[in-house]
């Protein structure tokens, strides 16, 4: 069995880290090098660096920030916002990123997916998902450019289309349960893991050491990305290793 990941989030905006609810409401919870050395230091399996902003600002990623944090961390580092095209991944993994996250990019241009993994490799190729209850209460749909528009596609259909695209991983975020704090959203996990057999980032909702172990039980999900909980010292990673350690789920401490 793979062990699991703990991922702290940067979500940067103008170059500093922030956080909100639903993704509105941001607040300026620090910097962004200073975040990643820290959580580097506690033994962060992974760590994600998304420029929230980027897509709806029509910018490219900031890439002195990026190129900062590669500098202090020893870790899989993944980098997401604003990527449109291959000369954007080629820059993003030049200034030291494992991994790209791409989102509303891949969803306008499905071809960014495919070539991106032809030309630099799946595992460099992380699909970001956010996804959002319908009205109806009958699944999902895909929302982009921040969570400011609704695609209305079905967020199952586009996963498993990305999947025989050639992305290697999936970035999960519930926009219901993101920055809530009352845990992630296991009815959308399972039915994500029903659909493809990429590895799954749990993303939205984290609030307690419980939630880490929730979210792993049941084998849906490959690891789990908080970053309210973190960011505010509420736990710390290493804290959350050893819990889940003590719960007797496969994790590296």
């Not at 030309?119 to 959002?132: A, H």
């Not at 079905?154 to 219901?176: N, R, V």
Request: proline share 2%.
């Amino acid at each position: 069995m793979h062990t699991k990941r703990i991922i702290p989030c940067l979500d940067v905006k103008e170059g500093r880290v922030v956080k909100g609810i639903n993704f509105e409401g941001l607040v300026d919870v620090g910097d962004p090098v200073s975040l990643a050395k820290y959580y580097d230091e506690q033994g962060s399996d992974e760590l994600v660096f998304l420029d929230i902003t980027a897509t709806h600002e029509e910018r490219s990623i900031i890439l002195k920030v990026v190129e900062e944090v590669a500098e202090k961390i020893f870790i899989p580092f993944t980098v997401g916002g604003g990527l449109k095209t291959l000369d954007d991944i080629k820059s993003i993994l030049r200034a030291g990123a494992d991994k790209v996250s791409l989102n509303s990019a891949a969803v306008k241009d499905k071809n960014l997916i495919k070539e991106g993994a032809f030309y630099f490799g799946n595992q460099c190729i992380v699909l970001g998902v956010d996804g959002k209850k319908r009205i109806d209460d009958l699944g999902w749909n895909v929302v982009i450019n921040g969570g400011r528009i609704d695609t209305g596609i079905d967020m199952l259909s586009w996963i498993e289309e990305a999947t025989k695209l050639g992305a290697g991983e999936i970035l999960l975020t519930s926009m219901d349960a993101d920055g809530t704090k009352e845990g992630f959203d296991l009815e959308l996990i399972k039915a994500v893991s029903n659909v493809t057999n990429l590895p799954i980032i749990a993303s939205g909702g984290c609030g307690c050491l419980d939630d880490f172990y929730d979210v792993f039980k049941d084998n849906s999900a490959d690891a789990a990305l908080a970053a309210s909980l973190f960011h505010y010292g509420e736990v710390r990673v290493d804290e959350v290793k050893r819990y889940l350690k003590d719960k007797n789920i496969a994790i590296r401490l």
